[in-house]
């Protein structure tokens, strides 16, 4: 999710209440601290979890992977800034292994804002969020040195064995460099924001996001990757394979929807009035948080995309 606004309200607060106060702005708030329980998922394979609603005191970002290889561990995202004390006692819980890697799902500040706090860490991102992540207040002046050091475009493996992990970019959706991990071994896949939730997406076309595309390239992982069970998700818990898929429907639905009201000459803000979520997909919600997603932002978008 797009953090950008509400973090430099968070920023412009933090120093006003210095100059008033001559105090430092308050860290992570105790409940955030809290709710970044690690779970664990698999052998070897544990997440952070973030809290789902993000508008609340104890949102921390999204879901953390912790994958223990024989030489150290990688991180998959580092949530918000202010998090990598409590990111790294979690690990420190379940190894003595040093954090020797970081692999960023995107570009927001949810997913790689306490990227700097492990210093320069080997981090890989796709190269179109690292272009991304250049443009970021967070990744700015002195603090370009913490941008990542290796990029792909297409697909990488790292390791080998038991500790293999395949990279994958299948196109634009939640942003235009949004990674797939996947642990063969552990026949697991996190996903990031490409599936944060069961709702309407959060498409973010300033960073190069496609309401039109997503479901397409949904479909792409779908068809292209093999002997995956288990779905690590941006913003809840684990989910399955058939959770992704069922995803894809709901998406690709949702913009046949778009097209079908921009044909029948209906505004936006009709349409977006009269989307209900097909029964069939249960436990789904048109919108978690009106701030993100939800059929009105995601029918500007397609509207836009689909007239050009
Ligand atoms: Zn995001």
């Given at each position: 999710?797009?953090?950008?606004?509400?973090?430099g309200?968070?920023?412009?607060?933090?120093?006003?209440?210095?100059?008033?106060?001559?105090?430092?702005?308050?860290?992570?708030?105790?409940?955030?601290?809290?709710?970044?329980?690690?779970?664990?998922?698999?052998?070897?394979?544990?997440?952070?979890?973030?809290?789902?609603?993000?508008?609340?005191?104890?949102?921390?970002?999204?879901?953390?992977?912790?994958?223990?290889?024989?030489?150290?561990?990688?991180?998959?995202?580092?949530?918000?800034?202010?998090?990598?004390?409590?990111?790294?006692?979690?690990?420190?819980?379940?190894?003595?292994?040093?954090?020797?890697?970081?692999?960023?799902?995107?570009?927001?500040?949810?997913?790689?804002?306490?990227?700097?706090?492990?210093?320069?860490?080997?981090?890989?991102?796709?190269?179109?969020?690292?272009?991304?992540?250049a443009?970021?207040?967070?990744?700015?002046?002195?603090?370009?040195?913490?941008?990542?050091g290796?990029?792909?475009?297409?697909?990488?493996?790292?390791?080998?064995?038991?500790?293999?992990?395949?990279?994958?970019?299948?196109?634009?959706?939640?942003?235009?460099?949004?990674?797939?991990?996947?642990?063969?071994?552990?026949?697991?896949?996190?996903?990031?924001?490409?599936?944060?939730?069961?709702?309407?997406?959060?498409?973010?076309?300033?960073?190069?996001?496609?309401?039109?595309?997503?479901?397409?390239?949904?479909?792409?992982?779908?068809?292209?990757?093999?002997?995956?069970?288990?779905?690590?998700n941006?913003?809840?818990?684990?989910?399955?394979?058939?959770?992704?898929?069922?995803?894809?429907?709901?998406?690709?639905?949702?913009?046949?929807?778009?097209?079908?009201?921009?044909?029948?000459?209906?505004?936006?803000?009709?349409?977006?009035?009269?989307?209900?979520?097909?029964?069939?997909?249960?436990?789904?919600?048109a919108?978690?948080?009106?701030?993100?997603?939800?059929?009105?932002?995601?029918?500007e978008?397609?509207?836009?995309?689909?007239?050009?």
């Amino acid at each position: 999710m797009r953090r950008i606004l509400v973090l430099g309200v968070l920023v412009a607060f933090g120093a006003l209440s210095i100059a008033v106060s001559g105090q430092a702005p308050p860290g992570p708030s105790a409940a955030a601290i809290a709710a970044a329980k690690i779970e664990k998922v698999k052998d070897n394979l544990y997440i952070i979890a973030g809290s789902g609603a993000e508008e609340t005191s104890a949102f921390s970002g999204g879901n953390v992977a912790v994958f223990i290889t024989a030489s150290g561990v990688t991180l998959v995202d580092s949530k918000l800034p202010g998090f990598g004390p409590t990111i790294l006692e979690r690990v420190k819980s379940v190894t003595d292994k040093p954090i020797t890697r970081i692999i960023n799902t995107h570009t927001h500040g949810d997913h790689t804002g306490s990227n700097p706090f492990f210093g320069t860490v080997e981090t890989i991102v796709q190269e179109n969020t690292k272009t991304n992540m250049a443009r970021m207040e967070d990744f700015g002046g002195a603090n370009a040195k913490f941008l990542p050091g290796r990029t792909y475009t297409d697909k990488l493996t790292v390791g080998s064995g038991k500790d293999r992990i395949d990279l994958y970019y299948f196109g634009r959706g939640h942003t235009n460099g949004d990674t797939f991990v996947v642990f063969p071994a552990l026949r697991t896949m996190h996903v990031g924001d490409m599936f944060a939730w069961k709702a309407l997406p959060y498409i973010d076309p300033d960073n190069g996001g496609s309401v039109v595309e997503q479901p397409k390239t949904l479909a792409k992982v779908v068809a292209s990757v093999k002997n995956v069970d288990t779905i690590i998700n941006g913003h809840i818990p684990v989910s399955t394979w058939k959770d992704l898929q069922e995803f894809v429907s709901f998406t690709s639905d949702f913009v046949a929807y778009a097209e079908r009201s921009l044909k029948a000459g209906k505004s936006v803000e009709q349409a977006a009035k009269e989307y209900t979520v097909d029964p069939k997909y249960t436990g789904y919600q048109a919108s978690v948080n009106p701030m993100f997603g939800g059929a009105q932002p995601n029918l500007e978008i397609a509207y836009k995309e689909l007239k050009k």
